[in-house]
């Protein structure tokens, strides 16, 4: 099907179930409607889920989050601590508690990931053997934009009750520049766990119920293995929240007030969820719960402390052990190179269909070339913050999330202000006293993430002032409790959506060198090692394929400010080798004494490092700047692949075979048990 038949197939017939349910509803029809949205805004991938969309800033990244899912799967039917990988820097290990990880995600498609190998085969329709684990990435990112709607919507609708505002927050926050810039990511991408947690913390406060306890602690364990800078992140949306609560409650409490003038009024109005402008609400006070015994509540602080703290235990004692082995370390020019530049917000979008390779080009000028960081706002969503901010001090409702998303914003710029790709040293911004006050968030090196946030508290933002001037000017209908969409509310749904496009998305197939499906599995624990060596990322894709242990660096994929061993293969003695491999007749030209030290230093090596295979390669696929296609580039000479080859003949391998542009070397080694 062409891509934009399903795009505007499957957009409009989600939008017909958001902008009007009345002949249309049913159970769960609004999250149908999202999920049709974004099968639409996602266009073409639900017809090619065993593609990868590559174009994001660091397209590759992906591939780290592919590994992720498979080290979830391997670990859980191992029956070993998934934060703690052995199958990387091995044979030492290391830990994943610091690592973009988002466990959650590999956790909750543990059922995907084992039914999928069983019912697909590896060769189906050209998958290969990375499209069953490639169909489970891509569900999980149609399932991310699809619960980070619909959690914003009910969020949305529990703060204004006023269904129509809470569609258009969710539109507003699941389908913003942010998100699309970040497909790639998946720890950056699970914003619906960020707006889970928030949900569940101001339903606590709007009605405390020992149910809401238990729902608030389950959705922090997915937030935190989610990931540690939404963790962060929700510690002060808690605070933003929370205070404004206590503060309305102390100056509300007793007194009438009519609907409007509170960010709750909506929710503890006596006619329901869309009383009439004038109706007089009662007390912001909460209407009381049924009685409930002292157990129940006792029960479910009982169930969520210990449950909670069982849960996260070992990723709290996985990031203390990090950080006393040195922590995150601050990097202010990491930090500096990854902030939002002012310009960026007002920039049309850099990856419209029509519109995009315009701006795409002024975007990555303001960041040294890197076209990823374009974060445009869109013109029409900041009309209607405008107009939504206006109307929220005018009626009093919904001001705490302007100051929330005014928080994030300045703190989304870093340590100091870009403007126009010109960095201004002075005044420091509040990021810089930040990321001193707490060095270990793993945010300070990203300022450019606070914009998730600042995203949510703008779209609950336009809520609250849509819900009041619309209530205003007679468009609640007290009788309704789901009412529909006006014509107005319908062209602006429509607009945002337009203006936020980034499909059709490319889409891509990752080639894997053909050897990598060669190398047989071996029982016992062994290591494979690839000459002259591949980038990280790339690394840990294969090692799906031919799930053997690395025992060489994946420093760049792995978090940098994370401590590492030393590897056998990271000493002086083996760079010094490695740097006459390729010489041709290098080992065969020294002298019978030199010969044999040579040989044994290279063998003890690879004992050392308990290495079973060996792999020379010619070529490896590398991925275009542009994300759009896979350049097959050399990774040696013909007379260093050559030379390499013939050295290690001298070293006695057991098995050797070529395949395609590469060649195999298996060699005997001495057996690990773990």
Known sequence: MNPWVFLILCVAAGGALLAQPGPLRFRGSTLLGFLLVTLGMTSPLPLHLTRMMLTSSGGSDAFIGAWNLWWTRTAATQGVNPLFCGWLFYPEGTSLALHTYSLTYGVLTLPLQWLLPLVMPGGLAG????GPLFVVYNL???????????????????????????????????????????????????????????????????????????????????????????????????????????VVRATGAGRGRREGNGDADAATSPRGADATPNATSRSWTPEPEPLHRKRDWLGAILLSGLGGALLLLPLVLGVLQRLRQGGTGFDPRLAAFSSAD????????????????????????????????????????????????????????????????????VLSLGPSLHLGGHVLENPPLPQALLSKAMPFLAGSRMPIRYIAPASLCFALAVACGWAALRRRQ????????????????????????????????????????????????????????????????????????????????????????????????????????????????????????????????????????????????????????????????????????????????????????????????MFETTEIQE
């Open 342 to 409: 002012l310009l960026d917000f007002l920039l049309p979008n850099p990856r419209h269909p029509i519109s995009g390779r315009l701006f795409a080009g002024i975007s990555a000028r303001l960041h040294n070339g890197d076209a990823g960081f374009g974060q445009s706002i869109g013109w029409v969503a900041l009309g209607l913050f405008v107009i939504a901010v206006g109307s929220n001090f005018r009626a009093r409702t919904g001001r705490r999330w302007f100051w929330g998303f005014l928080i994030f914003f």
């Open 127 to 130: 998958a290969g053997p990375l």
């Open 474 to 665: 007679g468009f609640a209908d007290p009788s309704a409790a789901r009412p529909g969409a006006t014509r107005i509310e319908v062209i602006v749904g429509a607009a945002l959506l337009f203006e936020s496009l980034a499909a059709p998305m490319p889409l891509l197939r990752v080639p894997v060198p053909e050897i990598y499906g060669q190398i047989p599995p071996t029982p016992g624990y062994y290591a494979l090692a690839v000459i002259p060596g591949l980038a990280a990322r790339e690394s840990m894709l294969y090692q799906v394929v031919h799930r053997q242990r690395l025992v060489q660096s994946v420093e760049t994929a792995i978090p940098l400010y994370t401590p590492r061993p030393p590897s056998p293969f990271d000493t002086a003695r083996w760079e010094a080798l490695m740097q006459n491999l390729g010489t041709p007749g290098w080992i065969e030209s020294q002298p019978d004494e030199s010969r044999a030290q040579v040989i044994g230093s290279l063998r003890q090596i690879l004992s050392d490092a308990k290495v079973r295979w060996v792999l020379l390669q010619r070529t490896r696929p590398v991925l275009a700047r542009d994300g759009l296609s896979f350049n097959i580039e050399p990774i040696c000479d013909e007379t260093a692949f050559t030379a390499s080859r013939e050295n290690l003949r001298r070293l006695w391998p057991t098995h050797e075979r070529e395949v395609g542009d590469a060649v195999l070397f």
């Open 140 to 246: 999980v990112l149609l399932g991310s934009f699809t619960a980070t709607g619909y959690f914003t919507y009910r969020l949305a609708l529990l703060v204004t009750r006023h269904r129509t505002a809470a569609i258009l927050a969710g539109l507003l926050f699941a389908y913003t520049n942010y998100r699309f810039a970040n497909t790639v990511r998946l720890d950056v991408l699970g914003t619906e766990f960020l707006v889970l947690a928030l949900w569940a913390w101001v339903a606590l406060l709007r009605r405390p119920h020992p149910r809401g306890l238990s729902a608030l602690c389950g959705s922090l364990v997915l937030l935190a293995y989610s990931s540690l800078d939404y963790t962060a992140c929700a510690v002060i949306l808690f605070l933003v929240a929370g205070i404004a609560e206590i």
